[in-house]
């Protein structure tokens, strides 16, 4: 009897200490994939200018609106009214550099012509994407408000 009632507490001691783990392990889930310094990112942008290729020179680009959700999802919508929507990928991020890319659920973007972009800010309301090297293009987009 004595074994029995040993036993009906050890189980109801598991039973306790599991329920305890689970709900302390509940803790809000964060789907930010950016860390503090780049999560202003979010929101609704639009493009204002492309600079690169073999001139260097840039160009009026206020055709796309580009819109980054939290969770890494984005939409772009382009000058024909075309939609596209993916999501971002970071390869490698820290205090001063962001690296990622844009994954269009249907093949390549025709946006950006590299997949990996580097991501700088220009004040609190411009972007940049960088495609980086040399002939290579990188994007200035607008906060929208």
Known sequence: ??????????????????????????EKHNDNI????F????????????CGGLSGD??????????????????IVDQHDNYIEGH??????????????FD????KLPLFSSDELFLTFNGNDTVIFNEGCCDRFSFEFIRKN
Do not use: H, P
């Open 1 to 26: 009897m004595m074994l029995m009632k040993r036993s009906i507490f050890k189980n109801k001691v598991i039973v306790l200490v599991s329920l305890l783990a689970g709900l302390i392990s509940c």
């Open 34 to 37: 950016f860390n503090d310094d």
């Open 39 to 50: 999560k202003k990112v979010y929101g609704e942008w639009l493009s204002n200018k492309k």
């Open 58 to 75: 840039c160009y009026t680009f206020s055709s796309e609106t580009l819109n980054i959700f939290e969770n890494g999802d984005f939409e």
């Open 88 to 101: 971002i990928k970071v390869i490698s991020q820290d205090l001063n550099s962001l690296k990622v890319i």
């Open 104 to 107: 269009e659920k249907n093949g």
